[in-house]
C-alpha cells in the first residue's frame, strides 16, 4: 500500500524521486519537484504543454524549455516515461505495472491495469536478445467516444 504525502504524491514516489536527483547529481530546485509532482498526480498522462499550464499556475516564471528539459531528464531517470503513438510526447509517472490503451483518433490515452496475478509473459526470442528490464505495451484502437462520433455521422 502507498501513503499519499499531504500534495497527494506517494511518499515512495517522492522518495525515489529524491533519491535518483541525489544519485545523478541534480539539484532538488523546486521547478524540478513541482514538474515531477504534476505528472505524478495527473491521471490523464499530460504532454509537456500541460504541465507547463499547470506548474506556471504555482510558479509563474517557469519556462516551457525548463519543462521540456526537467522532462527529458526525469525520464532519463526512469521516474517518468513515454506514452502514446503521436509526435506529441505524454507523460506517466505510475511505474506500477499497467498497460495503456491509445486512442487513434483523439490521442486520449487510458491506463490498462492486469488483473490480480495476471503477469505479461515475455516471448521466449525476446529473452534470447538480453535481459528485459522495463515493458512498455500500448494498445491502440478508437475509444468508445470516437467510435459514438462515427456511428452518429
Not at 539539484?27 to 499530460?46: D, G, M
Not at 516564471?61 to 521540456?68: A, E, K, P, R
Not at 511505474?95 to 491495469?113: M, N, P, R, S
Request: charged share 25%.
Amino acid at each position: 500500500m502507498h501513503t499519499q504525502t499531504s500534495c497527494g504524491v506517494t511518499a515512495e514516489q517522492l522518495e525515489n524521486f529524491k533519491q535518483a536527483c541525489k544519485q545523478h547529481g541534480l539539484r532538488l530546485t523546486p521547478q524540478r519537484v513541482e514538474i515531477f509532482k504534476t505528472v505524478a498526480l495527473s491521471k490523464e498522462h499530460p504532454d509537456a504543454e500541460h504541465v507547463f499550464e499547470t506548474v506556471r499556475k504555482t510558479m509563474p516564471n517557469v519556462s516551457l524549455d525548463t519543462v521540456y528539459r526537467t522532462l527529458s531528464s526525469l525520464e532519463d531517470l526512469g521516474l517518468v516515461f513515454r506514452v502514446g503513438f503521436s509526435s506529441k510526447a505524454r507523460f506517466d509517472a505510475d511505474l506500477d505495472e499497467h498497460y495503456h490503451f491509445v486512442c487513434t483518433q483523439c490521442g486520449e490515452v487510458f491506463d490498462v491495469v492486469p488483473s490480480s496475478g495476471e503477469k505479461l509473459s515475455i516471448p521466449p526470442e525476446v529473452q534470447h536478445l538480453g535481459r528485459v528490464q522495463k515493458v512498455n505495451l500500448q494498445f491502440s484502437g478508437l475509444c468508445r467516444r470516437c467510435q459514438a462520433k462515427q456511428k452518429d455521422l
